[in-house]
């Protein structure tokens, strides 16, 4: 039969626990049994004032965050409404059914003041890191680095072209907080300096973002979030966030190799990237620390008119020499210069040339140099770097690197699509890293609970 009417009737005792209502296999209690947030009430200790009134537990500002990087949830003020309102987010964030979420307002006054001043994201991401390396899934062996490009917090509307942008008219005192961290890192090989050319247009409200149209669509301001994986798992070993132009991300690669090296001892056996790191001196710098590249190289050789490029001509290493097609000797000359001005520059470390007899018999001079007396060939600093990256392309691991390099791809999919880190909403360079940083470390924290779930627990009757 049918039942009775359902009236709401306020009881005077109620007895609930949050335990019981979050469900054995929600992503939050697998994820809870990997976040370590011991360390950060010591990390920021020198950041607050010993006298005024308590703060709010950076720990739960912290877990809030993690809470809305993981579940994709980008406006703070929603994410407040949401941990008001979700049980298993409360349980996470350990916050009884009376107690109160801190107001939106408390993220930005920490995030642009003691966390940002303790690099507290950056001391979590790594925690988390070394988390993944205890539970085995960092090998540091291979590792892939990539970079995809996250659009930014502005407009070509409210933007001003590079001839008249001067950045020397900007009064630091009186400019918004994005503004200024663009002054500061003017002369940061990540922003500033990582080229001398400036922008087709420069954003008032974000200047250090970067107008790109490198998706060949339509052009937009952007940052380059940058990504060290280690292959094994895919588990993201170091974040950082560049201008998106190539100069920047590939500077970005030694600064994540380096950090990586002295904070975990990762110092992997190669390194996989795309053609945009294939450049000279970033093999270069590879090799010199014994770290094979498996990286296409960029060329740059080829000629437009059909005849020989440098590539046709094989390095003969043991007499110091190149060998042309028809099998004849280009050696390495030597000239003094008179005028300073007149000697090649550090790129070019020597010129290897054919003699003029035997070009000018030559059956294959079309081919070769149909407009000088001899061929000559110039060997770029780094050229020794560049054909062991040659020799590497042509081995076994050199296709199953080219497969992993996939993961870093999946990861910024994953980013986009599911964390929907798709446009950035804090502006400035700083923004942009702890954006970076909290996303990385909630595809990390992902990783974890999906390898490693939390155990099933028999539910009382």
Known sequence: MMGPRQEAQAALFYEFSLEDHVPQDHLLRSIDRFVDLDSIRSHLADFYSHTGRPSVDPELLIRMLLVGYCFGIRSERRLCEEVHLNLAYRWFCRLDLTDRVPDHSTFSKNRHGRFRESELLRHVFETTVARCIAEGLVSGQRMAIDASLIEAEATKQYSASQEEWDAARIDAKTAPRAVREYLETLDEAAFGAASPVKPKFISYSDPASQWTAAHKAPAFFAYSDNYLIDTDHSVIVDVEATRSIRQAEVGSTKTMLDRVKRRFDLHPERLIADTAYGSGPMLGWLVDRKIAPHIPVIVKAGRPDG???????????????????????????????????????????????????????????????????????????????????????????????????????????????????????????????????????????????????????????
């Open 307 to 461: 005849t020989w490029s440098r590539t046709d001509f094989e390095w003969d290493a043991e007499n110091d020499q190149y060998i042309c097609p028809e099998g004849h000797a280009l050696k390495q000359f030597r000239r003094n210069y008179s005028d300073p001005k007149r000697v090649p520059s550090g790129k070019e470390t020597a010129r290897y040339r054919a003699l003029k007899q035997t070009c000018q018999t030559c059956p294959s001079k079309a081919k070769c140099c149909p407009n000088t007396d001899a061929r000559k060939i110039t060997r770029e600093e780094h050229e020794d770097a560049r054909q062991l990256a040659r020799d590497i392309a042509k081995t076994r691991q050199y296709k199953v690197s080219m497969k992993l390099r996939k993961k870093v791809e999946m990861l910024f999919a994953h980013l986009k699509r599911i964390l929907g880190l798709g446009r950035l909403r804090l502006r400035g360079p700083c923004g942009a890293n702890d954006e970076f940083l909290l996303a990385a470390t909630a595809q990390n924290l992902r990783k974890l609970a999906k390898i490693f779930p939390a155990p099933q627990q028999t539910q009382k009757a």
